[in-house]
């Protein structure tokens, strides 16, 4: 008994497999007619098709092909038998208008749109968004907006169809209905405003010539002004600013919603990070400084305080010359802040950051080490921060060339950081240690491994030294290799002058090495901290001339349009961009690239 409902259902699978097997034949035959504007014959199958499974789909195609051949009667004849069994059906009075339409009888075909949005009754709004969407598969947008926009009146302000109408004008290309349907859905419902901001960025930022990102702005200042007590607008505004990296725009409107709601000044100090995070300083001391005039009683004082220094040490310390008097100003600062706080938790990063600025700036790396070495001794502290303390000393050690106690610090926080981004750090500073020291096998060995990290920084570090070890090891004479790394230990000392005088020496007793295109790079970067752009323009300009096939062009490129941007030259830094764009597109600049372009153009 078993057995033969066992066979009867196999005979029924099976059967059933080969129906659909054929279906789907003769769908991709149909598909294949239609493609070829063999109308009639397409036609004919998914005629055959619709009759067996009344499927949607097909019954569309028939229609269109119905169209395309002129058959607009047999269309009308299938589309009014289909309406006769399925009445409610708003999706085939949309399409039998469409036949109506593209047979010249525009009247007929608007009566009907006209009628089927007529018959709308009630709050049903899946009817609506039916409705709606027959419209939108027929192109008819005016008729679909005025589908939700009935919808809405028939809510009676349960539903405003806020979002269907900003697609609806977004398809039709009505940008300032699609902001205005938006920015109506936030006053509305202020909950809204992280859906609105995706949607957002789905749509203004696909429009090149930033047209409809000024549309935005106009608008959301417009509605600032005029409706001040509704901050919802400025939380949109002070978004659109970030989007465009417009910091000291977003800290503008930040600190108006900071004094109107009187708030305790979070927002400014996130702000400030990203805009430090960017390197605008000027706009991060700015966010840190209205925080700490609020008041030492209030929340945020201390983050304040903090991102201030750090934020005043990368303003002191980035500058092409480090001024002696503001290094003993920000030292002097330091170490009041400091003894003022005593031994609290949030101490220890500013202790790490003095430390880095005594070693690296003040030359004063046993003090510095003391300082580190204090901190692991006394503090406790949970292994990131650890791990970073023992980071910084390592790097004073290798300073103070002390390769074999940084080796140790470096292994100590590898092992306690498998797999994470700290603990890559350290592996890639301890093969860089190996290379400083001429053991390049081993951090070549390194290094390979590290081209796959996760950070995209370190894996590019990985592979530009991984491959200037590689192309140079081929080289019996080992000695360029050996002073070019020396040279790049003398810049991480920050012995630049020094680390010039060796890079000469390679470029005066090895002519034409395979490091050449390197050497010029180094010197460039080194002019530039040195304050000497002209200089440093000249070598990039050299690269692109002589090795713009090689690995370093397009660092280049990027380096002489920072150059050029930074001596007001808009014409030729973007000239440069887009070079990159159109030559290297698989460039670690790009991103980059592309949004200065976005810039020069808001501009």
């Known amino acids: 008994m078993f057995k033969k409902i066992y066979i009867i259902l196999i005979l029924i699978i099976t059967v059933g497999q080969l129906f659909a097997q054929k279906q789907n034949n003769k769908s991709q035959l149909a ?120 919808g809405k009146a028939l809510s009676k302000g349960e539903y405003n169809y806020g979002f269907e109408l900003a697609n609806i004008y977004y398809y039709s290309r009505d940008y300032q209905k699609m902001i205005d349907a938006y920015l109506d859905v936030l006053e509305e419902s202020p909950r809204y405003l992280k859906t609105v901001q995706n949607r957002l960025q789905a749509s203004v930022y696909k429009q090149d010539d930033g047209s409809l990102n000024q549309i935005l702005k106009t608008e959301l200042i417009r509605r600032i002004q005029k409706s001040k007590s509704n901050t919802i607008y400025s939380e949109l505004l002070i978004w659109l600013y970030l989007q465009e990296k417009k910091f000291n725009s977003a800290y503008i409107q930040t600190k108006a919603l900071v004094k109107r709601n009187n708030e305790d000044g979070k927002r400014l100090i996130v702000l400030g990070e990203l805009a430090f995070n960017n390197n605008d ?14 008041g030492k009683n209030r929340t945020f004082y201390l983050d304040a305080k903090i991102g201030y220094f750090q934020t005043t040490q990368a303003k002191v310390i980035n500058k092409e010359v480090v001024s002696e008097t503001e290094l003993r100003t920000l030292i002097s600062t330091y170490n009041e802040f400091l003894n003022s706080i005593g031994n609290i938790p949030e101490a220890i990063d500013l202790k790490i950051n003095y430390a880095h600025i005594l070693a690296f700036y003040d030359h004063k790396a046993t003090e510095a080490t003391l300082i580190l070495e204090q901190i692991i001794d006394k503090e406790i502290m ?120 060796i890079l000469d020496s390679i470029q005066n007793q090895f002519p034409n090495h395979s490091l050449s295109d390197d050497v010029l790079y180094k010197k460039a970067g080194l002019y530039e901290q040195l304050g000497k752009d002209s200089i440093a323009k000249e070598l990039y300009q050299e690269i692109l001339d002589k090795y713009y096939n090689d690995i370093l062009a397009d660092n280049a490129l990027m380096a002489l349009a920072k150059l050029y941007s930074k001596e007001n030259n808009p014409e030729k830094a973007m000239e440069l961009y887009t070079q990159l764009l159109e030559d290297f597109s698989d460039s670690f600049f790009t991103s980059e690239a592309r949004r200065k372009i976005v810039e020069y153009r808001d501009s």
């Open 281 to 294: 300083l000027t706009t991060a001391l700015n966010c840190y400084q209205f925080v700490i005039d609020l």
């Open 382 to 501: 949970k292994n990131p921060q650890k791990s970073r303390v023992r980071m910084e000393l390592a790097d004073i050690l290798l300073l103070d060339n002390k390769i074999w106690e940084a080796t140790l610090y470096y292994s100590q926080i590898i092992k306690s950081n498998p797999n994470n981004e700290i603990g890559n750090e350290a592996q890639i500073k301890k093969a860089k240690l190996a290379y400083y020291s001429g053991d390049f096998l081993w951090a070549k060995g390194r290094l390979d491994v590290l081209k796959a990290s996760t950070s995209k920084l370190i894996a590019n570090d990985a592979f530009y030294l991984s491959s200037i070890i590689a192309d140079n090891l081929k080289d019996s004479l080992e000695l360029p290799l050996q002073l070019f790394a020396k040279a790049d230990l003398l810049i991480f000392q920050n012995k630049k002058e020094k680390a010039l005088d």
């Open 31 to 150: 598909y294949q007619y239609y493609r070829d504007k063999e109308y009639d014959k397409a036609a004919l199958v998914y005629k055959e098709l619709y009759e067996s499974g009344k499927s949607t789909t097909y019954l569309n195609y028939l229609i269109k092909c119905y169209i395309a051949d002129e058959q607009y009667k047999k269309a009308e004849e299938t589309l009014n038998s289909e309406i006769k069994t399925n009445r409610n059906n708003p999706i085939l009075k949309v399409q039998l208008a469409s036949v109506y339409y593209a047979s010249g009888n525009k009247k007929k075909a608007i009566k009907l749109y006209e009628k089927s949005i007529d018959k709308l009754k009630g709050d049903h709004r899946s009817q609506v968004i039916q409705l709606a969407n027959a419209f939108i598969s027929q192109g008819e947008f005016k008729y679909a907006e005025k589908t939700y926009l009935k």
